[in-house]
């Protein structure tokens, strides 16, 4: 090879090197690094290219129930099995119909292409359904929250999560009274 060509390529090369390492760094920040799923910005993306291209869209919030418990009772790693085991319950229910992310700590969510073919009650079974970690059977618990984003006045992200929020922490009133009333 030519000097003059080999000189021109060398300064090729290493950009493509420097786009190839920027390129990865941008996806893993679009990555939770513990559960895999979409972080918030990852997530915002899809949900609002899913809200914009399918009316009968929704948007979802789960929120674990008594997870500081389980994290202190078990310890992090019992805590960090939960969160993990969660997010592939979640990616699972959505599967091809739409996107999971974790917003962070024991706060997850989900918009799905169609609600009317989405089976919520397999989510909340899904969730429901005890941890096995290191030997102990651990029980899971979430509050999930759902917008349809068609019975918003304006189809917007932020109104669906704010609808969705709402209804997720109504969720967790009636799990909290339901729990007392059986003691």
């Not at 090729?12 to 559960?35: I, K």
């Not at 919030?61 to 969660?86: M, Q, R, S, Y």
Request: with cysteine; proline share 4%; glycine share 8%.
């Amino acid at each position: 090879m030519e000097a003059h060509i080999a000189t021109a390529l060398v300064p090729l090369l290493g950009w493509a090197v420097h786009g190839s390492v920027l390129t990865h760094r941008l996806a893993s920040a679009r990555r939770d690094p513990l559960t895999g799923l979409h972080t918030r910005a990852g997530w915002t993306a899809r949900a609002e290219h899913c809200i914009r291209r399918h009316p009968a869209a929704a948007v979802l919030l789960v929120d674990l129930d008594h997870f500081k418990t389980l994290n202190d009772t078990h310890g992090h790693a019992a805590g960090d099995a939960a969160l993990i085991a969660v997010a592939d319950r979640l990616r699972t229910w959505c599967g091809r119909n739409g996107t999971a992310g974790r917003l962070g700590g024991d706060e997850f969510v989900a918009v799905v292409r169609d609600m009317t073919t989405a089976d919520l009650d397999a989510l909340t079974t899904a969730l429901h359904r005890p941890l096995n970690h290191a030997g102990m059977s651990l029980p899971l618990a979430a509050s999930i929250g759902a917008c349809r984003v068609a019975e918003l006045p304006v189809p917007a992200l932020t109104d669906a999560l704010a609808a969705a929020d709402a209804a997720m922490y109504a969720a967790k009133g009636r799990s909290r009274r339901s729990t007392r009333s059986s003691h």
